[in-house]
């Protein structure tokens, strides 16, 4: 198994790589939203510092829905999908396996951008720190809870519009405590319990969603 | 592939029997109408005790009346997607298909109720609050509980085969109901995050003789489930099974009794 | 190997195919035949376990399966190699050679391509090397024979051959003229909800 779960996640690596501007959508899309705030709310910095957390994190959710349509779509459509299935392995090693290679590319990009949205945002510098820690942290969760709904609406054709609204109030607890965490950096209160609150929900997600995702997945192909 | 013993056990044999569609059919057809007779009359019952012999409150006045179809309606907006996913789980484990059916069939009667908590409760916020809207713990939890039944809904009708897509929506339900305890504990906590302290429309205690309406309408709310809920379910098989023999013979009894 | 006793599918609520029972032994093939529509995908993707069948059951005590449909199972931005290499790396038979496979299936020329580059038939042929690759006692293979050329017509053959006299058996449904010229003790007519035997 050790070895399939190697193969599956090099393979995975290796067609994003033969895909790679398609890798950048999802960050032109992030970009795009975060700059929207500013040119609808005014560019007052004392308001765009009061909001940069939550915005932030909800371009990162709304980042995450979309790139998130391409986890399963490809192997669903040219039928690895099934040879997983009937492969004998344990689907939701595979699915973690996929997650992981898909946050590696998705996610992390996220994490990466941050410190540039910080700035456009006028988050205070003190908090950038933990803002980045909460995406370390949350965007795996927003990926593996993602992944359920991806696998729910794979065989839908519109999948991608009725992904939005199956995801996100699951997404809501997520949301708060990582703006929680990093308001309370500003407000000088301690941020720690929120952490590892994003800490316990991410240890949960990793072991329960790939059950539920692979659920989700044999539903999908029957 | 095993085929299951079945236990001679009653209470097993009744649920099996219940999946048998004709059998579920027949049997909810003796009861129909006496469930529908009970939440009239506790309907009738618990609104007159609550809009006219309960005194009124003596920090809202009578506006606080809408808490008797409010509330109810809240708790049954929870207590449905609770029920919906655990028939849920048991369709997708047991792949029983009245299950699936009544599954299904909660998921609107549960966002209609979460609708009227949320209409209620915003006209309960304008004379205590002054505002339309409030993002106070409960209606905002609300808002969170339409939008993941609007998502099992919304699954279920995208998908062509019926119980395919019933296999799905139960499975969402149920992640729905492991999530709803997570989302209901961060919506609270975040309230008094943001607000300071935590506002409640109900307020600290209820006095006595406020809270028998309000339990009265409780009950009836959960028959009127129960009646709509085996209705809807008892149209949706015979709609499924149209071409079954069994359905001919229930359409051959009702046009025989209609004749005669 | 395969013990199958009333199998049926329903889907909207209606029969796809009449009730399925036949009983397959190591070294044979089992033919499904019928017009389009009349089921036999469905009856193959309930013998993989894809599908749940609404009635009857069925024993498999075959090691693995191996199944080729019609979605072929391959990546369209992987070379003819790196897709076997996937395959045999996440099967987990490392012994195989993927070179030798690759000549084999005939596709020695187009190795390096991207599989999107191919003709159907090419990938076809690509798609059945994942029967070379693993180790699966059953196949359950649909429609084998399409796209293929003569010669590829003529490959599935050989490898079948290969397989049966080796102990394994095969599940085969195609609509086309053609059938191994061996075909087994039964022989499946499926009519879209009637069976012939």
Not at chain 1, 185 to 193: E, I, K, Q, R, T
Not at chain 2, 206 to 216: C, T, Y
Request: net charge positive.
């Amino acid at each position: 198994m050790p070895a399939a779960f190697l193969a599956l996640l090099r393979r995975d690596l290796l067609l994003a790589f033969r895909r790679r501007t398609e890798l950048l959508f999802p960050v032109a899309f992030l970009l795009v939203v975060v700059s929207l705030f500013p040119l609808g709310i005014g560019p007052g910095p004392a308001l765009l510092a009061r909001i940069a957390p939550g915005v932030i994190w909800i371009a990162a959710l709304l980042a995450t829905v979309i790139s998130l349509d391409g986890l399963f779509r490809s192997d669903f459509e040219d039928g690895t999908l099934e040879q997983f299935i009937l492969s004998g392995h344990p689907l939701t090693l595979i699915v973690l396996a996929k997650i992981v290679a898909h946050w590696l590319v998705a996610g992390l990009p996220l994490v990466l951008l941050s410190p540039l949205l910080a700035i456009w945002m006028n988050l205070p510098m003190e908090s950038l720190g933990v803002m980045i820690l909460t995406l370390l942290l949350g965007t795996p969760i927003l990926s593996l809870i993602g992944s359920i709904g991806v696998g729910l609406t794979l065989s839908l054709k519109r999948g991608g519009q009725l992904l939005s609204l199956l995801v996100f109030p699951l997404y809501v607890p997520v949301l708060i405590v990582a703006t929680a965490a990093v308001m309370a950096v500003s407000d000088g209160l301690p941020y720690g319990a929120f952490l590892g609150l994003l800490t316990a929900g991410l240890v949960t997600c990793v072991t329960l969603a790939p059950f539920a995702s692979a659920a989700a997945l044999k539903i999908s192909v029957s | 592939m095993k085929t299951d013993k079945a236990r001679k056990n009653p209470l097993v044999m009744f649920i099996h029997k219940l999946g048998s569609p004709p059998w579920f059919y027949g049997f909810t057809g003796k009861f129909i109408p006496w469930l529908w007779a009970v939440f009239a009359v506790l309907t009738i019952w618990g609104l007159y005790l609550g809009l006219f012999k309960a005194p009124p409150d003596y920090l809202q006045g009578e506006s606080y009346r809408i808490m008797y179809i409010h509330v109810p309606a809240a708790w049954m907006s929870m207590m449905i997607y609770v029920l919906m996913a655990i028939m849920g789980f048991i369709a997708l484990i047991w792949r029983i298909r009245t299950m699936e059916i009544m599954a299904m069939n909660s998921a609107p009667i549960g966002a209609a109720f979460t609708l009227i908590a949320l209409a209620t409760g915003s006209l309960w916020g304008r004379p205590t609050w002054g505002t339309y809207w409030v993002w106070d713990a409960r209606l905002t939890s609300e808002l969170v509980l339409l939008f993941l039944y609007l998502g099992v809904i919304g699954l279920y009708k995208a998908m062509d085969e019926p119980r395919k897509a019933a296999r799905a929506a139960s499975l969402l339900a149920m992640v729905g109901l492991v999530n709803l305890p997570i989302i209901h504990f961060s919506v609270k906590w975040w309230n008094t995050l943001h607000q300071g302290s935590s506002i409640s429309l109900t307020g600290s205690k209820i006095d006595p003789s406020m809270l028998w309406p309000l339990l009265i309408m409780a009950v009836a709310m959960k028959f009127y489930y129960a009646a709509n809920l085996i209705t809807r379910s008892r149209v949706t098989l015979l709609e499924q099974d149209l071409r079954k023999s069994w359905t001919r013979t229930v359409a051959e009894d009702a046009t025989g009794e209609l004749k005669s | 190997m395969l013990a199958v006793s009333k199998i049926s599918f329903e889907r909207y609520f209606e029969p796809v195919f009449q009730p399925v029972s036949f009983k397959l032994e190591a070294g044979r093939l089992l033919l499904v035949t019928g017009a389009n529509g009349c089921g036999k995908t469905t009856l193959i993707r309930v013998l993989a376990g894809f599908l749940h069948p609404s009635a009857g059951a069925y024993t498999c005590d075959a090691g693995s399966t191996a199944y080729v449909g019609h979605h072929l199972g391959i990546k369209d931005d992987l070379s003819v190699i790196e897709n076997l290499r996937f395959m045999r790396d996440f099967l987990g038979v490392s012994s195989r050679n993927c070179k030798d496979v690759v000549i084999r299936l005939g596709l020695g020329r187009v190795s390096d391509q991207l599989a999107r580059t191919l003709s159907a038939g090419q990938r076809k042929r690509c798609a059945l090397g994942r029967l070379l690759l693993g180790n699966s006692e059953l196949w359950l293979l649909d429609e084998p024979y399409s796209n293929l050329d003569q010669q590829g017509v003529g490959l599935v053959d050989d490898i079948l051959t290969s397989h049966l006299s080796a102990g394994g058996a095969c599940v085969l449904a195609t609509h086309g003229k053609h059938r191994p010229e061996w075909a087994s003790s039964h022989d499946y007519h499926l009519v879209s909800g009637a069976v012939e035997c």
